[in-house]
């Protein structure tokens, strides 16, 4: 078996053929109009597309590169993550979800809740979700968690959840296919959102669900066309062609984030300091035993004394934008208690480690915080 930064190379691509591009441009056609009855696949636009279907082969194989896994793509995450739930649920049921997941969750909660399904929290870390789990239908979770950066072993809660009879979704966003496998660990879904690291240039909006079960794929299939939650088939060709880079990103960042967190374990100034490739970190044995070798994300977190502080580092930075999301070639960081969705401090900063030399970014980092000391 090749590793997978060769698969990620021609993952979902048709056989090369002479004077064609290797991956055929976006199929933009809303419908095919073709003589006599429609054949095939392919008959309306927002129930699939050739674009889709090579991505959706590529991601699936990534996913699960021992056994593909039925990949359904997305308009964005929230559209996969909502895919999901709302294909799966059904009122009287219950879910467990994070309580430090990322921040529109609580606005998810509140949906389900209309539909009178029970929804129950719990923290990431710490296994706390086994003591809400009898009864649920789903578990949700998200590992590394999205700003904190906690990790919970899918292992263990996907035979827990199972042993009740509850089906286990796992949010790959942060770690990437190339990351974590949530499959390989037993979750019946990995879903994620795309925008993110996969296709890692921030301008891309996209989502995915994959599990090897044919008929959860379905129904998420089904969602998709009743509500219309479809990618545009050109996100999703810039998609595809982002994935060849993947490894080279993904190894990229996580040699940069480690780098970062090191240099930022000798700063007096900086708390609560995570980043799960770092030794130190409390998730790093788990994150070591169920993440792929040396790619342990993007993201850095840590806080800084208060909100003022954290502006003058913001401020002080030249080669790191001030911007929200994470999983870009640029680096970004922010100040996220500016949103007010996450239980964070104000000084909580999220560093999002893009693909500069690590040496430039940590230099551009301590100067930064040098300025910010005042
Ligand atoms: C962990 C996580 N999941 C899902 C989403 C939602 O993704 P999208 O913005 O593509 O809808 C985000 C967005 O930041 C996220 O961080």
Redesign the pocket.
Do not use: P
């Given at each position: 078996m090749t590793g997978d930064g060769t698969r990620a190379v021609r993952a979902g691509l048709p056989e090369p053929e002479a004077c064609e591009a290797a991956l055929p441009g976006p199929v933009f056609a809303a419908h095919y109009h073709l003589p006599g009855e429609a054949a095939g696949p392919y008959t309306y636009g927002r129930d699939t597309n050739p674009t889709w279907t090579r991505l959706e082969a590529a991601i699936g194989e990534l996913e699960s590169p021992d056994d593909p896994a039925h990949t359904v793509a997305f308009a964005?995450?929230?559209?996969a993550?909502s895919a999901v739930l709302f294909s799966h649920l059904r009122t009287g049921d219950a879910v467990v979800l994070p309580a430090d997941?990322?921040q529109?969750l609580p606005a998810v909660r509140t949906r389900l809740e209309s539909y009178g399904i029970e929804v129950r929290t719990a923290p990431t870390a710490g296994d706390a979700q086994l003591g809400v789990l009898d009864g649920a239908r789903l578990l949700w979770i998200?590992t590394p968690?999205?700003p904190g950066l906690d990790v919970c072993d899918i292992r263990r809660l996907a035979d827990a959840a199972h042993a009740r009879g509850a089906l286990v979704a796992v949010?790959n966003?942060?770690a990437t296919p190339l990351g974590q496998r949530p499959l390989d660990l037993g979750a019946d879904f990995s879903v994620?959102?795309?925008?993110?690291a996969l296709t890692g240039h921030g301008d891309v909006?996209?989502?995915y669900v994959s599990t090897r079960d044919a008929a959860q794929a379905d129904a998420v299939r089904l969602w998709r066309k009743t509500v219309g939650a479809i990618p545009g088939p050109m996100e999703s060709w810039l998609a595809h062609r982002s994935l060849a880079t993947l490894a080279l990103r993904v190894r990229q960042q996580a040699a940069g984030a480690l780098a970062l967190a090191t240099a930022l374990s000798e700063r007096p100034e900086v708390t609560g300091l995570r980043h799960p490739g770092l030794p130190a970190d409390p998730a790093h044995a788990l994150a070591v035993r169920q993440m792929l070798p040396g790619r342990f994300g993007c993201v850095v977190s840590f806080a800084l004394p208060d909100r003022a502080h954290a502006e003058r580092f913001l401020t002080a930075l030249t080669l790191v934008d001030n911007a929200t999301?994470?999983g870009g070639v640029r680096s970004t960081a922010e100040r996220r208690a500016r949103w007010g969705g996450d239980a964070v401090p104000e000084g909580f900063i999220r560093f999002s480690v893009g693909v500069e030399d690590p040496e430039d970014l940590v230099a551009d980092v301590v100067a930064a915080l040098d300025a910010a000391l005042g």
């Open positions: 964005s995450g929230m559209a993550i997941g990322y529109l998200e968690a999205n949010d966003t942060l994620a959102s795309g925008t993110k909006l996209l989502g999301s994470f």
